[in-house]
């Protein structure tokens, strides 16, 4: 063993990122070839961004993920938020109502208005959108199981305004394999959740040409703890099947591409998030030439939505949150994004207040307005580290992708468990590393502190359970009974002859038929999906 000679540097240790890619010390040159990958703004492969003029043409959409309560303690917050500069809203749903539940369930019991809005009825969604023009507003609904009776029932009020249906414009995430990989919010088996996925890419191609039917969500994948990388190959991956079914259906890829959407998690590690939304770009604009054959340059764009990772905010020193949510909004614009959600800083221990929403939105407000990074398009491209980091990414996930099609796609990966033990995995390392301090979290493994103050939080009352329940059960009792059975019961033949399900779900909501009666005329049909319990 050769002796330390006197002044000699000891060598340092190898380095990573969270995700496990390797980082050298230093950077000394561009990646070769670097020109033909990156290419331009607003041209294929998108790696510099969807647009020639990004954030200088027009900053991201700040859309502030909202809702809790009864529909009209959401609408006042929709206001709130709107008045203080928000560009969009974007509504939050309670477990029952994503999970096709009236609110009178008693399944429902102890979750009415939790974690979201509960919406059961189409008197429910004209309170929610009571004074809100919604021709005029850029609406997100995150919304998976149910998301076709929610958009079914946001277009009948929009109906009643009056509204050009051609006009509206917004998303229903209505991403049902991610459930199955990561989120567990799911109700009927994958194929029949494929089915009523695949009903409301169709039914927008034709009537809602500027909704966006379906966001591909990796936001959910990566909360469940899986790496930078896994989050965009499996995303993609889900996108692919969704692209394959709709093409079957009979669409054109050209009629409906351009309206195919995304969702991903800003994590802590910045410049690999930066480089993630890249390599992103370049993967889905390849696939969408190369293997699906798009003419239109808006086919192989990826837009997409971002919001800052719940999974980081701690409840410990929750002020240190602010400090995570800002420079995970800077990645996320960094990284090209469309629009952007940021978390309030006590959403580790509870719903957001007024006050820390204010203060989230602020948080976007001053990066778009005051940090100087809108003034030009893609400013870290041609970092010797961010154009490195993102040709790793691209690698790793064209592998992941090749190993998916040779389990036979997605939904054989997800039914035999694989991509579930994939995120798992990933998931244990983490947490084990923060638990032997090996990753550093500020405030709970490193620079801790034994007392804290308290932090005022928002509370949701018991009694809303009761409210909603006597409320829906007033609904069923003033509507015309007979026309909501027969509105069901053609639902029900709709569903069984296998067509799309889009019509017959809003002549149903028309019709005063609730969420869960609509969803347990589906589940009379498809069955339910029993939950995966590999190790």
């Known amino acids: 063993m050769s002796e330390k000679k006197p002044g000699e540097k000891k060598p340092l240790p190898p380095a990573e990122t969270i995700s496990g890619l390797p980082v050298d010390l230093l950077y000394s040159k561009a990646p070769e070839g670097l020109d033909d990958r990156l290419g331009k703004p607003g041209e294929y492969p998108f790696t510099r961004g969807v647009q020639p003029d990004m954030y200088r043409g027009r900053l991201w959409t700040m859309r502030q993920y909202a809702g809790f309560g009864s529909a009209r303690e959401s609408n006042e917050r929709y206001k709130f938020l709107l008045s203080r500069g928000q560009t969009g809203l974007s509504v939050a749903f309670d477990l029952p109502t994503q999970l096709g539940l009236d609110p009178d369930s008693p399944r429902s019991k102890g979750e009415v208005g939790k974690v979201g809005v509960s919406i059961a009825s189409l008197a429910d969604m004209r309170v929610l959108t009571a004074g809100i023009t919604l021709e005029q507003v850029s609406t997100s609904m995150t ?31 209505n991403d049902l394999l991610k459930e199955f990989a990561a989120r567990g919010n799911y109700i009927y088996p994958p194929k029949s959740s494929l089915k009523l996925t695949t009903d409301v890419i169709e039914y927008c191609a034709r009537e809602l040409p500027k909704w966006n039917p379906i966001s591909i969500s990796g936001y959910h994948i990566r909360e469940a703890g899986s790496t930078a990388v896994q989050e965009v190959a499996f995303t993609i991956a889900n996108g692919i099947c969704y692209v394959e079914t709709a093409l079957k259906r009979g669409l054109a890829i050209d009629e409906f591409a351009p309206r195919l959407s995304f969702f991903w998690n800003v994590h802590n590690e910045f410049l690999e998030e930066v480089a993630k939304f890249r390599a992103a770009r370049r993967v889905w604009a390849k696939l969408l030439k190369e293997r699906f054959k798009a003419q239109k340059s808006q086919s192989m764009r990826l837009r997409f939505h971002a919001q800052t990772a719940g999974s980081t905010l701690t409840a410990q020193q929750p002020e240190n949150n602010i400090v995570r949510v800002s420079y995970q909004a800077m990645a996320a614009v960094l990284g090209g994004c469309q629009s952007l959600h940021t978390n309030g800083f006590d959403e580790a221990l509870a719903l957001p207040t007024e006050k820390s929403a204010r203060l989230a939105l602020r948080t976007q407000q001053v990066i778009g307005y005051e940090t100087g990074v809108t003034k030009t398009v893609d400013p870290l491209a041609g970092s010797f580290f961010v154009e490195s980091l993102t ?43 923060i638990e032997s301090g090996a990753l550093a979290v500020v405030g709970v493994n490193k620079f801790s502190e034994a007392n804290q103050e308290k932090t005022p939080l928002m509370r949701i009352p018991e009694k809303l359970g009761q409210v909603r329940s006597e409320e829906v059960a007033a609904w069923r009792a003033q509507r015309d009974g007979q026309a909501a059975c027969r509105a069901l019961g053609e639902l029900e033949k709709t569903v069984r002859e296998d067509r799309n399900s889009m019509p017959a779900i809003l002549a149903s909501v028309e019709a005063g038929c609730t969420l869960g009666e609509i969803s347990d005329t589906f589940r009379r049909v498809f069955g339910v999906q029993v939950e995966w319990t590999g190790v």
């Open 143 to 173: 919304i998976n199981a149910t998301a076709g009776i929610l958009l079914s029932l946001y277009v009948a009020v929009a109906k009643e305004q009056g509204a050009n249906l051609a006009e509206l414009q917004g998303t229903v995430q």
């Open 391 to 433: 040709d790793e990414l691209e690698k790793r996930v064209w592998a992941y992708l090749e190993t998916i099609e040779k389990k036979g796609g997605v939904v054989p990966c997800i039914e035999s468990g694989y991509l579930q033990s994939e995120i798992s995995a990933s998931a244990y390392r983490q947490q084990r590393d």
